[in-house]
């Protein structure tokens, strides 16, 4: 089947959504690389700090997730992602006056933390979108064209954000509002409702939790959740280790994501057909070793600039790390988040996306609090930054390996 028919095949209401995942993305890539940098070096945040902001940031978003996940099950998709878009626009636009007209850290730092809980709650609706309109067998390719729309907008937003960081951080942080109500506009316009299954039983808060008590899934989100740790250091932990250790300017920074959406855009599609034949227990050993190998990779970058006299020589290092990260994460993403799809059940699709989203969106924020930390720590010793973190990645692989091996084609 050539690319045009195996495209033609996806329900309009996909193309939407990757549509909308562009446009934010845009927005997000914008600002995202330098928030970090923003709460350190403007208001003195020391990076064990910043983590601990992410931290926070990251378990309301894993709350608002659950939050999310469940609220499409019961009430539809549709409704969930309209709410959660006007809102996102709304403390975007908030948390950029906070930034322009200096009100401080405190205020800045808890209208982040709200942006991006109210930011979680369309998180698990899109997979959930996913699951009710594309056959089993086809949603690894259905996740691959939905990277494939975000980082064409990551790409060209964090373009954008190394353009228009020299005019102040305000215009930074202000795109993502812009992007969130285009998005709503879209969805207005072009998505229908997904959901065909509802619960049967009366709503309890303990339900949310249900999919804790499937062992089979628990077991594959913790294994997950492991790796994600590693996954995610790519944005905060690589900008400030970039910066702070390597002695690249911030300018320069919004270029390694770009090269990482660069890939993406042309790299996804054709990878995900040629994997999509195979044992998705290959996908996995592949993308976690690549994951293993660029971030531990990371640890030779300040000595090559230190030795050569020039960051160009770390900078240009770091990007061939950023190829072997990207390759990792065109390979695993799509396909750890296809078994997590097929492992729900048709009627609490949202519920268990709703999980293993609290599983990612924890490890955005864990995550860089432990890079954070190790920065802290090992600023002159990157060794000691990046051995730790890739040996989690080592832990996660042998795990989810094991499962996938007990499962067989179940997933």
């Not at 095949?9 to 995942?21: E, G, N, S, Y």
């Not at 906070?98 to 930011?119: E, M």
């Not at 353009?163 to 998005?183: K, R």
């Not at 990007?319 to 009627?347: C, H, Q, R, Y």
Request: hydrophobic content about 55%; proline content about 4%.
């Amino acid at each position: 089947m050539g690319i045009i028919s195996e495209l033609k095949q996806f329900d309009k209401r996909l193309w939407t959504l990757a549509t909308v995942r562009l446009i934010f993305a845009i927005g997000l890539g914008v600002g995202a690389p330098f928030t970090a940098i923003y709460l350190n070096d403007e208001l003195g945040i020391s990076m064990a700090h910043v983590g601990l902001v992410w931290l926070l940031a990251s378990v309301l978003g894993a709350v608002g997730q659950i939050i999310g996940g469940e609220a499409a099950d019961r009430f539809g998709r549709l409704p969930v992602m309209k709410i959660s878009m006007l809102l996102r626009a709304i403390s975007f636009c908030a948390l950029a006056f906070s930034i322009r007209y200096h009100v401080g850290a405190a205020v800045v730092i808890i209208l982040y933390v709200v942006t991006r809980f109210i930011g979680s709650f369309a998180q698990p609706v899109i997979p959930a979108i996913v699951t009710d309109t594309v056959p089993a067998h086809n949603r690894t390719k259905a996740f691959g064209l939905l990277r494939i729309g975000w980082n064409t907008g990551w790409g060209a937003g964090t373009a954008l954000g190394s353009a228009l960081i020299g005019f102040g951080y305000f215009w930074v942080f202000i795109m993502p509002a812009f992007a969130a109500i285009l998005g709503l506009i879209l969805i207005l316009v072009n998505l229908t409702e997904t959901a065909t299954h509802r619960p049967a039983a009366t709503f309890h808060p303990k339900d949310m939790l249900e999919p804790m008590r499937d062992r089979r899934f628990a077991t594959f989100c913790f294994f997950a959740f492991i790796m994600f740790l590693l996954v995610g250091q790519q944005i905060t932990t690589i900008s400030v280790f970039a910066k702070e250790c390597a002695g690249i300017p911030k300018n320069l920074l919004g270029y390694i994501f770009a090269l990482n959406s660069t890939m993406v855009v042309f790299l996804q599609w054709p990878l995900t057909m040629f994997l999509s034949r195979r044992n998705k227990k290959v996908s996995i050993a592949i993308g976690c070793l690549l994951y293993i190998v660029g971030y531990f990779s990371l640890s030779f970058a300040p000595g090559l600039g230190a030795r050569f006299g020039s960051y160009m020589y770390a900078y240009s290092y770091m990007l061939g790390s950023m190829v072997i990260i990207t390759l990792a994460e065109i390979i695993f993403t799509p396909t750890i988040s296809a078994i997590a799809a097929n492992m729900a059940p048709k009627d609490r699709v949202g519920r268990y996306l709703g999980l293993f989203g609290l599983c990612e969106s924890l490890c955005w924020g864990t995550g860089p609090a432990l890079g954070g930390l190790y920065i802290d720590l090992f600023s002159e010793k990157p060794m000691g930054i990046w051995g730790p973190l890739a040996g989690l990645g080592v832990i996660a692989m042998i795990g989810l390996l094991a499962f996938l091996r007990r499962e067989g084609k179940r997933v």
